[in-house]
Structures are given as structure tokens and as C-alpha cells.
């Protein structure tokens, strides 16, 4: 069953958010990083978000040692778009990464630098163990961009032969594993898919384990729960609730597993670690789908599809077991990231914000940035305010769930359109009900924003 916040909880999330500690300054040494990125998991699908009918112990306990951000977001509900702009800080309307590429797409330009680039820069040991996404050309892969080690799928696991609906579509491009620059794997199978997520995390362990005297940033982003599903065999039926619940599990021990070695190799102390998803969940799977109390899911700029759970640990800098409805977004961690490791900026704009004041808890902390653009492939569809009050949508089509699928097979969508619409986000989180009347001063300052990033970013379209 779903959790679903009301009002009364948003604002004792947001009291609980208020309380600040040690700046970094105060720190002997740089701070590592290590992030978790999940490929469409659900807002509600972890303890203690949500109430998912299998265990997340580790989740849980990840969140009690760190904050819980119940408004977290990212600019894209779809794959490349929303993980370009965590490694580079830039809006999908600057890189024009957009939607979900294809196999040996060209990806992010290396005219813009990614967190590798600005941490490797500046004497970090770097990793990135998962699905990449973000460029399948030599000098749009990994190693390229930043990190000294690397394993994983250069884009998404469904993009090969075995693809349920339309494998014509992949067949000549083999579902690939790499390995440091170099392809270990040459054709993807279904046996090799189940052993994704403990490959990701034993790399990871043995990469914390390594480096646990230089500063490092470990970037995991899993290749689940995005369909097709799969779990090694020590998962395989453990939940009884199915091959989701199952899949779920064995990510929940992942971090688990990433968090223990952290602790093993004393470097915990000194580890910002998040635990986020690129975007909410794809409905159309139905049983192999996870679940968000908000409106709509993966695929639309609503709340459904681009407010993720997400938990920060730091000790000694982050209040452990409180909660904060405090607005941010994937864009800010780079210069967040930047600031905290006292890397210079990458010379390209980059678009986020350092938001370690208000990451921290400190009191008085403002969002810097005015506004956060929200955008479906290439369609610019709205802006929601840096304090993460107001949120205008644009005219706009977007897709509405018709009927689930199951077991692996998608469901079927409709288009519907929403027109000029404001929501109060604090009283209506779930996008009920439009105010644009009743506030036309927010309305007009909203439009703004929106009409400065069109000019900006999108004239041209």
C-alpha cells in the first residue's frame, strides 16, 4: 500500500529539515561521494516512503542515518535526459539530450563536462559501475568522460534482441558489457541480465575497498528495476510477492552491501552517499512496475514521473533520521558535489546550483535557483519555483495509463492535454486542482520564468 503524504506530514518533514550542523569546512579531509541512481523505481517502492508489501532494511536504514528529501526532482522522467543532467548540471534544453537514446547514439557532448571531469580534475579516484546512457561513441563512454574505472551497459537493458515487443528493432545491435573501455561481453542474454545488479555492486565494494585512502566518487546507477526484470538466483522467490518485490530485494542489499563496506573501510565518516532514482515508475509494466502517490508516472512532467525518493547520508554533516521538504533537483549536485570537494566549475554554464546550505539543513537556506524547467523528450512543458511551492504547466499532450500489463508485457496509453495550470504544490501536491485565477500575480511571475527558459533554450524549435 502506498504512503501518501499529506499536508501535516510536509510540514513536519520541512521543520525537521531545519536543523543544520558542522559546515565542511570544518573537515580535515575532502569528503568522498558515492551515488545510487535506480532506473525507474517508484517514490513509494522503499521503506520508509512507502509501505511495499517485501522488505527494505537497508533502504531503512539508510535513510536513518541520513535525510530523508521528499521533494526531490529531475528535469526529465526519461532515461539519457535525466542522467545527463545529474552528471553535467545543465538542463536538458542546453546538452539537447533528450528522451531515451539508442544504441551507439552519440549522447552527451564532451563540450560539457561531467562530475567525473570536475572530481577526476581534482585528484578524485572515480568509478561509474551501471547503465551509462549517456553516449555510446569512444569519446562519449566512461572513460572518456571522467572515470577511471567503469562496467556496465552503455544504455538501457530492453534495447536488444530479446525485446519483447520489438526485437527487429535491435537485432543488429547487440546488447553489449563492458569492462574498463573494452567489451567483455559481446551479446547480452537473459542468464547474464540476472547477474547485473550483483556485478555492479561487487565492483563497487572492491572499488570502496581500493580507494579508501584517496577521495573518490563512486557513481552506481543501476540497470533496475527497469524492464525487463531480473534477479540473481539468491533473490529469485524470496519475497513471495513476485518477480518485482524479488528485484527489489536484491537492490535494497545492494545498498546495503555498499553501505557496509563504506563502514568496513572506515571511510562512512567521510562519505556524502544519495540514494535516488532517475524517475518515477513505468505504469505500463503493471506487476513489474513500482508505484508513486503522485500524479501520473515515468514519461510526463508530472509529479508521478519526475519527484523521486531520495536519502543523503553524510555523519557529522547531515542530521541523521530526519526528514526535509526542501526542494531540489539532479541539477544541483555537480556544483553541489564541486563544493564540497573544492573542484573548480567546468567552464561550460552549467545550469544547477550549490545547494549544500540548504542540503544541510542549515536554517534561513534558500534555494538559489529561481526555477526548475520539467520537459517531456524534446517538448518543453512547464516550470515549478525554486522553493518548490508553485508549478505552472504549459499547454501540453501527455500519456494516461489505460490499462496495465503484465508479467513483462506493456500496457496501452491515451493521449490527453492539459492546458495553462497552476498548483499550489504545498496544499496540492498531487496536481488536482488549477489556481491559475486565483493567483494571477504567481500565474504572471510563473510565465515568466517559463517564457525566459522557451527564448533560452528552445527558440529554435
Not at 500524479?295 to 547520508?313: H, N, P, Q, W, Y
Request: net charge positive.
Amino acid at each position: 500500500m502506498i504512503q501518501t503524504p499529506n499536508r501535516r506530514q510536509f510540514l513536519s518533514a520541512a521543520a525537521l529539515g531545519l536543523t543544520g550542523l558542522a559546515a565542511p569546512a570544518a573537515q580535515a579531509k575532502r569528503p568522498n561521494f558515492v551515488v545510487i541512481f535506480l532506473d525507474d523505481a517508484g517514490f513509494a517502492d522503499f521503506h520508509p516512503f512507502g509501505k511495499p508489501d517485501y522488505p527494505t532494511p537497508h533502504v531503512a536504514q539508510l535513510a536513518r542515518e541520513g535525510c530523508r528529501f521528499m521533494n526531490f526532482y529531475v528535469p526529465q522522467a526519461v532515461c539519457s535526459a535525466s542522467r545527463s543532467a545529474l552528471l553535467s548540471g545543465c538542463y536538458p534544453g542546453r546538452t539537447k539530450v533528450f528522451g531515451a537514446h539508442g544504441p551507439r547514439a552519440r549522447g552527451l557532448e564532451p563540450s560539457f563536462a561531467t562530475m567525473g571531469n570536475v572530481l577526476q580534475s581534482a585528484g578524485y579516484k572515480t568509478a561509474v559501475f551501471g547503465k551509462w546512457h549517456i553516449g555510446d561513441h569512444e569519446d562519449t563512454r566512461p572513460p572518456a568522460r571522467g572515470f577511471d574505472e567503469s562496467c556496465g551497459l552503455m544504455y538501457s537493458n530492453d534495447m536488444w534482441e530479446y525485446h519483447p515487443e520489438n526485437p527487429q528493432a535491435y537485432s543488429k545491435y547487440p546488447l553489449q558489457y563492458w569492462n574498463d573501455g573494452k567489451i567483455t561481453i559481446e551479446r547480452v542474454t537473459p542468464d547474464h541480465q540476472q547477474h547485473l545488479t550483483t556485478w555492479y555492486t561487487e565492483r563497487a565494494v572492491d572499488f570502496i575497498q581500493r580507494r579508501k585512502n584517496d577521495p573518490f566518487l563512486l557513481y552506481v546507477p543501476h540497470t533496475m528495476p527497469h524492464v525487463p526484470l531480473f534477479c540473481s538466483d539468491k533473490f529469485r522467490g524470496k519475497s513471495g510477492k513476485g518477480l518485482f518485490a524479488d528485484v527489489m530485494m536484491e537492490l535494497d542489499w545492494s545498498v546495503g552491501e555498499i553501505n557496509k563496506a563504506l563502514k568496513q573501510a572506515g571511510a562512512d565518516k567521510n562519505t556524502l552517499v544519495l540514494f535516488t532514482s532517475d524517475n518515477g515508475p513505468w505504469t505500463s509494466y503493471g506487476n513489474h512496475a513500482g508505484q508513486t502517490p503522485y500524479r501520473e508516472a515515468k514519461g510526463t512532467g508530472f509529479d508521478g514521473g519526475t519527484r523521486s525518493a531520495c536519502i543523503v547520508k553524510y555523519p557529522g554533516q547531515i542530521k541523521a533520521g530526519t526528514a526535509s521538504s526542501r526542494m531540489w533537483c539532479t541539477l544541483d549536485m555537480l556544483p553541489t558535489f564541486a563544493h564540497l570537494a573544492g573542484a573548480p566549475p567546468p567552464k561550460n554554464p552549467v545550469d544547477g546550483k550549490n545547494v549544500w546550505d540548504l542540503v544541510r539543513g542549515a536554517r534561513g537556506a534558500v534555494n538559489p535557483n529561481e526555477y526548475y524547467p520539467f520537459s517531456t523528450g524534446r517538448n518543453f512543458e512547464g516550470v515549478i519555483s525554486g522553493d518548490g511551492k508553485w508549478k505552472l504547466h504549459l499547454p501540453h499532450t501527455y500519456r494516461v495509463l489505460v490499462q496495465a500489463g503484465n508479467d513483462g508485457a506493456a500496457g496501452k496509453y491515451r493521449q490527453e492535454k492539459i492546458d495553462l495550470s497552476l498548483f499550489d504544490m504545498e496544499k496540492d501536491p498531487f496536481e488536482t486542482t488549477n489556481v491559475l485565477d486565483k493567483y494571477p500575480d504567481v500565474a504572471e511571475k510563473m510565465k515568466g520564468y517559463a517564457e525566459r527558459h522557451r527564448q533560452t533554450f528552445y527558440a529554435e524549435g
